[in-house]
């Protein structure tokens, strides 16, 4: 017999219209509040400064917040006038790239903080006059949940610039919580068969996690946890920077032609490893997971070691998959939002967890930490899913799908609750290291392993 594959539907579903809107607002307001307090954190000649020709200047992040909610929130759903269509060029990101966006003429600090202001002002006006159902953009408040995740997407941006920033600290959080599990073996066998990938039922889910599919994952094993700066740091002092063989071709180019000898921010001392961590210099935790790598380092770590990194499918049925009930579910600890138990998000400390510190958000089958800490790379291209359908335009993934996009999965400690969940894709260059991304290992099993 075949087994029913289902997957958890979301909450918000079952809210009534006015909780929803309630709801809505406290995201909205959620997402204001660390977008002020990121770009209040520094004087308005750090606001305009670029700190890298990777990044914007945060003064771009701000007024590009307020311009894509003025468009979709205010003008859109709303049929609102609008309020600045001059500055509708300067703010796509398709048409200036970020290395140029310095010599545009850019709303100032003050004027950028008074723009977001006015249009958050219609924007509420808006929730609460709009009808929440009839238009698919609006159904259960799509639109609003779009735009408060790509305001958080942007706050983890902003935070990424915070860490290129020179200067003094001048962000601060609590350690994160301690290693509260025992030894745990050092991978999990995940079962072949068939699983539910992808959604149908999430509400604010975008275009590129839909619909859900059936698709087969063969047996595989994969790490517990995220590989650590430490055993990062073997790879290292087994030479694994100088020899070509761990290497893609695409890789060992890369890094030969940039000088990479270790993942960003690292420093080597006589006494070991140092890094720069949001203008702090500290010693290189051990158990933390590694961070600030490219998929060209965790490809080449993951052949060193013998192993290989997960398909974004492997990820996901290690994450999501429930053998008990055959469903998938929204998290990796259930279907239950996140909270402070659970993973580490939201900004709520500067730094990964020491890998064991949130028992609560390992998934049925045993995995820990695939939720926050760091983003994980996976081998697989940005493509989209059977049946997949550009929503509300096709600039948020359609022009990304290829092989030039690597998969990241699972969220890390920038990212916000709202902006992450099981189903959750992101993609970037292969080249990338200023994003909170690391990874863990898979690999196949020996014919005498399989389950």
Same mark, same amino acid.
């Not at 942007?154 to 601060?172: C, F, I, N, S, Y």
């Given at each position: ?5 289902? $997957? ?32 209040? @954190? =520094? ?37 609102? *006038? ?12 398709? %048409?200036? !790239? ?9 709303? /100032? ?8 202001? +006015? ?11 709009? !009808?929440?159902? /009839?238009?698919?953009?609006? *159904?259960?408040? &799509? ?19 915070? %860490?290129?920033? +020179?200067? $003094? ?17 050092? +991978? ?33 094993? #994969? ?6 700066? /430490? ?5 290292? *002092? ?21 000088? #990479? ?22 010693? =290189? ?100 899913? !059977? ?10 993934? +359609? ?18 609750? =709202? @902006? ?10 292969? #080249?990338?290291?200023? #994003? &909170? ?11 005498? $392993?399989? !389950?």
């Amino acid at each position: 017999m075949t087994t029913a594959h289902t $997957e958890s539907p979301n909450p918000l579903l079952e809210l009534s219209p006015r909780d929803l809107r309630s709801h809505t607002a406290r995201t909205l307001d959620s997402a204001r509040r660390r977008s002020r307090a990121l770009t209040d @954190a =520094v004087d308005d000649e750090d606001l305009v400064r670029q700190h890298s020709k990777l990044m914007s200047p945060l003064v771009w992040d701000l007024a590009h917040i307020g311009s894509q909610e003025e468009i979709w929130l205010v003008r859109d759903v709303g049929g609102r *006038e609008p309020l600045r269509p001059d500055i509708d060029d300067l703010y796509d990101a398709f %048409q200036h !790239p970020r290395a140029q966006r310095p010599q545009l003429p850019l709303l /100032g600090p003050a004027q950028a903080r008074a723009y977001v202001t +006015e249009v958050r002002q219609k924007a509420f006006d808006v929730l609460e006059q709009a !009808p929440l159902e /009839g238009r698919r953009l609006t *159904e259960a408040a &799509f639109a609003f949940g779009m735009i408060v995740q790509h305001e958080q997407q942007h706050d983890e941006t902003m935070l990424a610039t915070h %860490q290129l920033r +020179e200067g $003094e600290p001048v962000l601060h959080a609590p350690q994160p919580p301690p290693r509260t599990v025992g030894d745990l073996p050092g +991978e999990v066998v995940v079962p072949a068969g068939s699983f539910l990938m992808g959604t149908s039922l999430e509400p604010w889910a975008l275009d590129n996690e839909r619909p859900a599919h059936e698709t087969w994952v063969d047996a595989f094993a #994969i790490d517990t946890f995220p590989v650590t700066n /430490g055993q990062f740091a073997r790879f290292i *002092e087994a030479g694994g920077y100088q020899e070509p063989r761990w290497w893609s071709e695409q890789g060992w180019a890369y890094r030969h032609e940039h000088g #990479i000898t270790a993942p960003r921010f690292w420093r080597a001392q006589p006494d070991g490893w140092w890094r720069t961590r949001f203008g702090v210099y500290e010693r =290189v935790p051990a158990d933390e997971p590694v961070v600030h790598v490219s998929f060209h380092e965790a490809q080449a770590y993951a052949a060193w070691a013998g192993k290989r990194l997960p398909t974004e499918a492997e990820w996901e049925k290690a994450a999501r998959y429930d053998p008990a009930t055959s469903r998938s579910l929204r998290y990796p600890w259930g279907d239950a939002e996140p909270d402070a138990d659970h993973a580490n998000l939201g900004q709520r400390h500067l730094r990964p967890a020491v890998v064991g510190a949130y028992p609560r958000g390992a998934s049925p089958l045993g995995v820990h930490q695939l939720i926050g800490d760091v983003w994980e790379w996976t081998s697989s291209d940005f493509l989209p899913y !059977p049946g997949f359908v550009a929503f509300p335009y096709r600039e948020y993934s +359609e022009v990304f799908f290829g092989p030039d996009y690597k998969v990241l999965r699972g969220g890390s400690f920038g990212t916000d609750p =709202v @902006a992450i969940r099981g189903t959750f894709r992101n993609w970037d260059f292969p #080249i990338r290291r200023q #994003i &909170f991304a690391g990874f863990r290992c898979a690999r196949d099993l020996r014919s005498d $392993e399989r !389950p």
